[in-house]
């Protein structure tokens, strides 16, 4: 196996910061002093992937070779406005009402 140089690859604690901006991510000191090593690896065994030979490989979205059931539309009866509002006591103008879930 080939041995990893994380030499080539070593991330800085700005280069974290960076990442985590884009990522939307907020890390604490203990997080941003840790990272850098451990992408650092990642990034430098991608490295070593990249000298795999994949030339007469296909292309592979997945690997379970399962396909997604599917079934038709088709159109039954469900309960009608009243009898889906009648068990509550939150209704208003014939809708549930809930809490605010979304601010202004």
Do not use: C, W
């Not at 604690?13 to 939307?24: Q, V």
């Amino acid at each position: 196996m080939t041995k990893i140089n994380q030499q080539n690859t070593q991330l800085s604690i700005a280069d974290i910061k960076r990442i985590a901006k884009l990522a939307n991510l907020t890390l604490n000191d203990s997080e941003l002093a840790k990272f850098p090593q451990q992408l650092s690896a990642i990034l430098a065994y991608i490295e070593i992937l990249k000298e795999v030979e994949t030339k007469n490989i296909e292309p592979t979205s997945q690997v379970t070779l399962l396909e997604n059931a599917s079934r038709e539309d088709k159109v039954k009866e469900s309960l009608s406005q009243k009898e889906a509002l009648s068990d509550n006591q939150n209704i208003h103008k014939g809708l549930f009402k809930i809490k605010r879930i979304l601010d202004k």
